[in-house]
């Protein structure tokens, strides 16, 4: 292919402004500005959200331009987040991406955040992407999903969560161990050093496909209430136990989906998706499962899991060569779904 295609791609749904460039799907840059602001609050505020990115979108998508080398006057299309997300965030990088693909003339195109996370595998780069169909596991702060992937853009939802997502279960276990916010990421530090049989927890009962995550968080939340009134200094005194054991039974209900959802679809090709497919423990297991049951497990780079504009770029890519593009009449959904 001798045309260069290059996408700017804008996210902005949650507390993460990030823009990203790529050409003919090779990542030029992927400049993603955090927002501290949230972490002495215990989780996102919305309304402090969507002014850190009226913030920082301007610099984030000059920084992106200047990493890329690229003038521009060379893009050939802007993909922005669509949905879902924070309304008063996604609004900012529509806002911006509608009036910048207004003044170059150029396509817009809009992304669902959902299949941006599943479409990065396709993000050229060292790892091997998926063939079609496959399975794959989305799970973030917002969403536990099983998704069956035919094609780019043909995705059908085979179970999600009835109640709370993985991430939730994560963040708010670490809540109630006193840990700050973002806690996934410190359950996991903390668990590598801890036995994963320590305490038991019990696993929800629900259908084949679905997660339910909100009796777990109670099921902590008792067992830590009743163990601190025997001894104080309980969650100190174990604390790599603790988050081993709620790692340990988060990561076997999701494997127990995989499972069943394999047995189902007899589709053997698994890729994990979302914020939570940074987690090591979920990461061993799926690559444990290529040993064990004769999968293909498709694991991304750890940049490309968190929200980031690349996962928005490399959909944008996608659509362009469609020719799926946006009109200016195009809004915000703080709701959607993954098929929409």
Same mark, same amino acid.
Request: positive net charge; aromatic residues 8%.
């Given at each position: ?22 050409? @003919? ?125 035919? @094609? ?113 679809? @007899? ?74």
């Amino acid at each position: 292919m001798s045309e260069q295609i290059y996408i700017l791609g804008i996210e902005s749904s949650c507390d993460d402004t990030s823009a990203s460039v790529i050409c @003919n799907g090779k990542v030029l840059s992927n400049v993603i500005a955090n927002q501290e602001v949230h972490s002495k609050y215990g989780g996102v505020v919305p309304e402090l959200a969507s002014r850190a990115h009226q913030q920082n979108i301007v610099p984030v998508v000059q920084q992106a331009l200047v990493q890329a080398k690229v003038d521009k006057k060379q893009l050939s299309a802007i993909a922005f987040t669509k949905g879902p997300g924070l309304m008063g965030s996604l609004l900012v990088g529509t806002s911006f991406a509608k009036s910048l693909a207004m003044g170059l003339q150029i396509p817009l195109i809009d992304v669902n955040h959902m299949q941006a996370h599943i479409l990065a595998h396709f993000i050229e780069d060292d790892t091997k992407a998926p063939p079609f169909p496959f399975i794959c596991l989305t799970i973030s702060g917002g969403h536990t999903q099983i998704v069956k992937v035919t @094609n780019h853009f043909k995705m059908e939802v085979l179970g999600e969560t009835i109640d709370d997502a993985v991430g939730e279960a994560f963040d708010k276990s670490a809540k109630i161990l006193g840990l700050p916010y973002p806690g996934g990421p410190l359950i996991d530090k903390y668990a590598k050093l801890g036995n994963p049989k320590a305490y038991p927890f019990t696993k929800p009962k629900v259908g084949d496909l679905q997660f339910s995550f909100s009796g777990l968080k109670t099921g902590v939340l008792y067992f830590i209430q009743k163990q601190l009134k025997l001894n104080p200094n309980f969650i100190k005194e174990n604390l790599n136990d603790i988050c081993a054991s709620i790692q340990y039974t988060i990561v076997e209900i999701l494997m127990d989906k995989l499972k069943n959802a394999v047995k189902q679809t @007899n589709i053997k090709h698994i890729a994990i998706a979302g914020g939570v497919s940074a987690n090591s423990e979920i990461r061993n297991h799926l690559q444990l499962a290529e040993k064990h049951f004769g999968w293909s497990t498709y694991i991304p780079k750890f940049e490309y899991t968190t929200d980031n504009a690349a996962m928005i770029a490399i959909t944008g890519y996608l659509k362009y060569l469609n020719k799926t593009y946006a009109d200016n009449s195009v809004t915000a959904k703080a709701r959607l779904k993954v098929t929409e």
